[in-house]
């Protein structure tokens, strides 16, 4: 089955609103800074240019800021990286940050930039204001998404655990086991605690480990 795809950013008045007022920041303050500290105009020109540039370039990674997903996997563009994350290592994502395993089954998290709620927003109801409401909606999206992509496969991975080879069969069982211990996390400080899911995929593991190890080895 196809994975639907997924693109959310921000609006692009708030986008470029956002990336001059941060480029005009680095460009200005440390050029304003370098005048008072030096003498020397070639210095102020130098480091003038520099920070102008920084400014640029940073700008110009504010205006992108987007998460999306491509190739089986999700991106997250933020402003100063970019990570991406195999879908299959995908485990959730609450509060603008997405949830997945690690290479060593370690629960892992990155903050999604494009989806968050304004500073202005974040220490007063988040529907207050047009930033706040569409940080919300894009949220209920992300999730919505993630529970079709991530949380409506879980019993048919578990049903094709049997037919993995080694590697793959330990790869998803790390990868439920940091489900399962992202769903006690969230238990524990969600005020909705999510639906157990990822432990059908570790039972399913378990049982075929179990079961493999239990066979003979071929003899040589």
Known sequence: MS???????????TRYTVAAAVGLV????PTIELARQHGSVLVVVIGGFCAVLAGLVLGIRVSRAAVYS???????????WTRRVPIRDVLGVEAGRLYWCGRRGRLRRSRITAVSVPIGNRYSFASDGPGGRRATDMQQQLHSWIDQVIGAQIKGRARRA???DD???????????????????????AHKPPRPRWGILTTATECEVTARSGQPKNAH
């Open 26 to 29: 680095v460009a200005v303050l």
């Open 167 to 189: 590697a793959e069969l330990a790869r998803e069982a790390r990868v439920a086991a940091a489900g399962v211990h992202w769903e006690h996390r969230r238990r524990r400080f």
């Open 162 to 164: 049997a037919h993995l």
């Open 3 to 13: 994975t639907p795809p997924l693109w959310l950013e921000r609006s692009a008045a």
């Open 70 to 80: 491509t190739d089986g996997s999700v991106v997250i563009r933020n402003y100063l």
